[in-house]
């Protein structure tokens, strides 16, 4: 929906989109970083001044609209702007509907309906029947977006899945001669996507290879670096890499067909998980692996070769793919260890108006 249908559907004016933006913003902040719970932003607005905000906390409690009015504040006939439908329901603390009515809140706006089935548009008439005035579904085809790892748990039970890629300017994924195929501002842009997924997904050949620890090093976000999943058929992975090393506070997965007791004592014994599966050829079995990982984690990032890539795009399991292409030919020196097909195939349309030197990033989304 576009900025003036939004006005005009919801009876909203522009310094109440404004202010809808600003709790996106604030939503973003700890964006793969509060668990199982969505990332929420809550603004709070009284006589045309911002005088709180609030964030979901890292591990998802408190809640957004908790943290922004729990404070020593006259919060009497202010306006409350959310990015998801505050919650109704009794879990770990008290529903969020509570601390607006105690308040004082006179209105209520926010983006779309939570997908959680025990909240799911049930506010709006509680809101309205202590007399607050409520406006919802604004700013919603961003609300979806923004909310469609929650709907995929809640609906699916499943991860949102995404990937990244690096590819130079004629379509090569490996440069023979450097490291690297972008700029260093495209590979910190890298290292902030990283940041706000909680799970990074690999394979031991791509981790083999690059020996890299598959963290965020922008000075501020290391503690938000994701956990890492490794796809590993037969427990190929060594033993002595920079990942297992590291002291980094978070948890490391392996799923692996191999009964090589020896190496899974060894990864078991660095607190290291090994699961074990039947099989891990075909989509559905890696469906299933998703399914596990979205009992935990709610965005996972795929960080791999061609070759596993390929596989997930042809089974239709990655939602969403960003592709940084380099302004630079390889020529000679550039090289792929799989068809590159599937990606010449994908139209590079929609393209993120962020400055990279250069370089140039693309999000597509495949589902």
């Given at each position: 929906m576009s900025f003036m249908a939004d006005l005009k559907r919801n009876k909203v004016n522009k310094f109440n989109i404004n202010c809808l933006e600003l709790?996106?913003?604030?939503?973003?902040?700890?964006?793969?970083?509060?668990?199982?719970?969505?990332?929420?932003?809550?603004?709070?607005?009284?006589?045309?001044?911002?005088?709180?905000?609030?964030?979901?906390?890292?591990?998802?409690?408190?809640?957004?609209?908790?943290?922004?009015?729990?404070?020593?504040?006259?919060?009497?006939?202010?306006?409350?702007?959310?990015?998801?439908?505050?919650?109704?329901?009794?879990?770990?603390?008290?529903?969020?509907?509570?601390?607006?009515?105690?308040?004082?809140?006179?209105?209520?706006?926010?983006?779309?309906?939570?997908?959680?089935?025990?909240?799911?548009?049930?506010?709006a008439n509680i809101l309205k029947k202590n007399k607050i005035i409520v406006k919802k579904n604004i700013l919603k085809s961003k609300g979806n977006d923004f909310y469609k790892s929650h709907k995929l748990r809640n609906k699916k039970k499943l991860p949102l899945i995404d990937a990244k890629l690096a590819i130079s300017k004629d379509f090569f994924t490996i440069n023979k001669k450097n490291k690297w195929i972008t700029n260093e501002v495209s590979r910190l842009r890298g290292q902030y996507y990283r940041s706000t997924y909680d799970c990074l997904l690999s394979t031991s050949y791509s981790i083999n290879k690059d020996n890299s620890l598959l963290n965020c090093r922008i000075k501020g976000l290391e503690d938000k670096s994701p956990d890492i999943v490794i796809i590993d058929r037969f427990l190929k992975i060594k033993r002595n890499l920079k990942i297992f090393k590291s002291n980094l506070n978070r948890k490391i997965k392996i799923f692996t067909i191999s009964k090589n007791k020896k190496k899974i004592s060894f990864f078991r014994k660095k607190k290291?998980?090994?699961?074990?599966?039947?099989?891990?050829?075909?989509?559905?079995?890696?469906?299933?692996?998703?399914?596990?990982?979205?009992k935990?984690?709610?965005?996972?990032?795929?960080?791999?070769?061609?070759?596993?890539?390929?596989?997930?795009?042809?089974?239709?399991?990655?939602?969403?793919?960003?592709?940084?292409?380099?302004?630079?030919?390889?020529?000679?020196?550039?090289?792929?260890?799989?068809?590159?097909?599937?990606?010449?195939?994908?139209?590079?349309?929609?393209?993120i108006p962020v400055y990279l030197y250069g370089d140039s990033l693309f999000k597509i989304k495949l589902k």
């Open positions: 709790a996106f913003q604030q939503a973003r902040i700890n964006l793969g970083s509060t668990k199982t719970n969505p990332s929420v932003g809550c603004v709070v607005e009284k006589n045309g001044s911002i005088i709180s905000t609030g964030t979901t906390s890292i591990n998802g409690r408190p809640h957004a609209e908790h943290k922004a009015l729990n404070q020593k504040k006259n919060f009497k006939d202010c306006t409350l702007y959310v990015t998801l439908e505050p919650c109704n329901h009794f879990g770990n603390t008290p529903p969020c509907v509570n601390s607006i009515i105690k308040k004082k809140i006179k209105k209520v706006f926010y983006s779309i309906e939570d997908f959680d089935l025990r909240t799911k548009g049930k506010s290291i998980e090994v699961v074990l599966l039947e099989k891990m050829d075909t989509s559905d079995d890696y469906l299933k692996i998703f399914k596990i990982l979205s935990k984690y709610t965005r996972v990032l795929v960080e791999s070769g061609l070759t596993y890539l390929n596989f997930l795009i042809k089974s239709k399991l990655i939602d969403n793919l960003y592709i940084f292409k380099s302004s630079q030919n390889l020529k000679k020196y550039g090289y792929n260890n799989d068809t590159i097909s599937p990606i010449k195939k994908i139209k590079l349309k929609s393209k």
